[in-house]
């Protein structure tokens, strides 16, 4: 076998391990259980940000681009559909986040693929626990929705009281996985919260990107995929890894695609045409990122093992 035989061999030997490791969840999870649809028409109204004029109308301008696995336009509506109440965020539609973010990582090859089976697990695990839910109802009854988001509805002079399962929301999650003590905050277990920790740090790494991705130098010359999604990485979710995930991650943003390939994946002609649908959909994953950073934080849980 030759040098470059071995190099290469040895690159997809420490991409394999970044596979397993890449969230540092210990992930032996492969579940198939999915939640019950949702209907994102019905969800658009529970947007408590400002901009829900802009957004709609941004759902009607991106369009579906033909030919591609990953569409913009889906990501964004299940984006636009999870933030709900005044600081709540559905897990329905944020797991079908991550559904369509997950054929993103994968449109930019083997190597980023990867990583994105190890997101695919991450969210079958909370999706599987929400199944198991379901079957026992009674025991994982969840909280009242308007105690665990600070929501006032009144009707006379009593407030009305709308229960939801334990695995509706974010805050939902949170609220019965604590009350049956299943957070461990000096051991890893098998948590949502934990597995939900994990999902929130690619989440700040992939905003980050898109940002980077979709900027226009005043030099006018641009940097290429694979140093923004590195910079990216190097300022997120690096500090969480260890030094040999470090490297390897490293190895796989070599293999980016360059800036070209973005436009046919979002079906725009130009830079500007990118920036400003990559915006769009970093403003939505900015909405969803603050209200999980907001819950997870306000319980302590920023820093699970």
């Excluded at 509805?153 to 299943?182: D, Q």
Aim: neutral net charge; hydrophobic residues 45%.
């Amino acid at each position: 076998m030759g040098i470059k035989s071995k190099a290469a061999a040895a690159i997809i030997v420490l991409l394999l391990f970044l596979g397993s490791l890449w969230l540092q969840g210990g992930l032996d999870y492969h579940l198939d259980s999915c939640l019950k649809g949702y209907n994102q028409v019905n969800k658009l109204h529970q947007l408590s940000n400002s901009s829900d004029a802009d957004e709609a109308e941004d759902l009607q301008v991106l369009k579906i681009c033909p030919g591609q696995t990953f569409q913009v336009s889906l990501l964004l509506s299940h984006l636009l559909a999870a933030p709900a109440y005044t600081s709540d965020v559905l897990l329905q539609p944020y797991l079908s986040s991550w559904d369509e973010l997950v054929k993103f990582m994968d449109a930019l090859g083997p190597m980023v693929g990867l990583i994105s089976k190890e997101i695919e697990s991450k969210t079958s695990i909370i999706r599987q626990l929400a199944v198991l839910a379901e079957k026992n109802p009674e025991a994982e009854l969840g909280p009242d929705v308007y105690s665990i988001n600070s929501v006032s509805t009144v009707t006379g002079k009593n407030k009305v009281s709308k229960h939801i399962g334990a695995y509706h929301s974010v805050r939902s999650m949170i609220w019965v996985e604590l009350n049956r003590g299943v957070v461990n905050f000096h051991h890893q277990t098998d948590s949502g919260c934990r597995t939900l920790l994990r999902l929130h740090r690619a989440l700040l790494w992939l905003k980050l990107f898109l940002e980077k991705l979709a900027e226009t130098p005043a030099t006018g010359h641009f940097r290429s995929p694979s140093e923004l999604c590195r910079e990216a990485y190097q300022n997120t979710l690096a500090m969480h890894h260890t030094w040999f995930v470090r490297r390897a991650a490293e190895l796989a943003f070599i293999a980016l695609p360059e800036r070209g390939f973005f436009f046919r994946l979002v079906c725009v002609q130009n830079q500007e045409g990118l920036r400003t649908i990559l915006n769009r959909v970093a403003r939505a994953i900015g909405e969803v990122y603050d209200r999980t950073q907001k819950a997870l934080e306000e319980n302590g849980m920023l820093d699970l093992p």
